[in-house]
């Protein structure tokens, strides 16, 4: 069983619309969880850390559920700037290395 | 902060060939990642030094692949002999904390022919 998994979509949405993606994860031990953004033939970069308390940045909300082990990540009023490839990523559980999901792709629609 | 640094950015090599790929990660940063990410795996983690030590090499594919990291501030990862299969991007990334995350190079973009 992977470590992440991920739905890769696509997920094609209008300008404005609010979209959520999902991630499961196999390691209950899992100490952290984060959401990536790649833009095409880019490297990914560090979009925001999701806390156990759930957290909000802007437009994005980020929310961890330790016992069903998912994590989501909520963009609400779409940009057509928000088209990217959202990885979700966890820890070991010891901490010192981060598994990757395959990515979901989101494609903002003007 | 320049960033984590990789070079080439670019590889076009016969097969058979031998490959470098480099890497300089972010001054002060003790973790050191090596990953490929091809369409149909995603990203691969291929190893990871911590403090210029190998920790955990588990991923890299066989013995044509091997990575170095003579000092805290260069890291490459070689492909002897190359093969079409191992056409990809490679990605380097760093990391003080991993609880504040990794910052990733720019990649670079093998293709071997």
């Known amino acids: 069983r992977k470590e992440v998994e991920q739905d890769p979509g696509p997920f094609n949405v209008p300008e404005g619309a609010t979209v959520a993606f999902n991630c499961t994860y196999s390691?209950?031990?899992?100490?952290?969880f984060f959401w990536y953004r790649q833009d095409c033939r880019k490297e990914p970069k560090l979009l925001m850390s999701?806390?156990?308390s759930g957290n909000e940045d802007g437009r994005f909300t980020a929310q961890l559920n330790r016992a069903s082990q998912y994590i989501s990540l909520l963009i609400r009023d779409s940009k057509l700037s928000d088209s990217a490839t959202y990885l979700c990523v966890v820890t070991s559980n010891t901490g010192n290395q981060f598994y990757f999901g395959t990515g979901t792709s989101l494609t903002v629609i003007p | 902060d320049a960033g984590v640094i990789q070079s080439p950015r670019h590889e076009v090599t016969e097969m058979g060939q031998e490959v470098t790929l480099r890497c300089k990660p972010i001054s002060g940063h003790n973790s050191l990642f090596w990953y490929r990410q091809t369409m149909m795996r995603g990203l691969e983690l291929l190893i990871y030094?911590?403090?210029?030590?190998?920790?955990?090499d588990s991923g890299m594919p066989e013995d044509r692949f091997s990575a170095k990291m003579p000092n805290a501030s260069f890291s490459t990862l070689k492909i002897q002999p190359s093969e079409p299969r191992d056409s990809a991007v490679y990605f380097c990334a760093s990391s003080l904390d991993l609880i504040r995350g990794y910052t990733f190079g720019s990649g670079t973009r093998l293709t071997v022919v």
């Open positions: 390691n209950s031990a899992s100490q952290s």
């Open positions: 030094f911590n403090n210029n030590v190998p920790i955990d």
């Open positions: 999701v806390y156990s």
